[in-house]
């Protein structure tokens, strides 16, 4: 479904998405290729509305995020049930994306947040992407 979210919303730019309009959004709830939740949508639209208003203060995410983690976290699970879904730092996260106007970025979603962009490696100890870098 990837590629059906990416045509859906603009490629993930977020400058387009958050220019989102009504009728866009209608389209997005009619789309049967991707997850058709309002509430998730209507999320995603005003996040991408706060990742805007961020970039024109001068703030950038990942900026934020490496100043937060300037190393990425290295857990050692032995085996997938090893993985936790969230943690303290997901848990603070969630709360200040929550402070400053994000919606849908719980603990567990901030927490998978950041094992997709790099920041926590929960590869599992003989996976052979664990130690490589891209």
Do not use: W
Not at 75 to 100: G, M, V, Y
Request: with cysteine; hydrophobic share 35%; aromatic share 8%.
């Amino acid at each position: 479904k990837r590629e059906n979210f990416r045509q859906a919303f603009a490629g993930f730019n977020v400058e387009r998405v958050a220019k989102f309009t009504s009728n866009q959004r209608k389209q997005l709830l009619k789309n049967r290729g991707i997850i058709r939740n309002q509430r998730k949508i209507d999320a995603a639209i005003n996040n991408a509305r706060v990742m805007t208003k961020m970039h024109h203060e001068g703030h950038q995410l990942c900026t934020v995020l490496t100043t937060l983690i300037p190393q990425p976290i290295i857990n050692h699970p032995q085996q997938f049930t090893d993985i936790p879904t969230q943690n303290r730092l997901s848990r603070n996260l969630a709360k200040e994306f929550k402070e400053i106007g994000f919606q849908f970025m719980g603990p567990v979603t901030t927490y998978s947040f950041l094992e997709a962009v790099g920041l926590i490696n929960d590869h599992i100890e003989d996976c052979p992407f664990k130690y490589t870098t891209t």
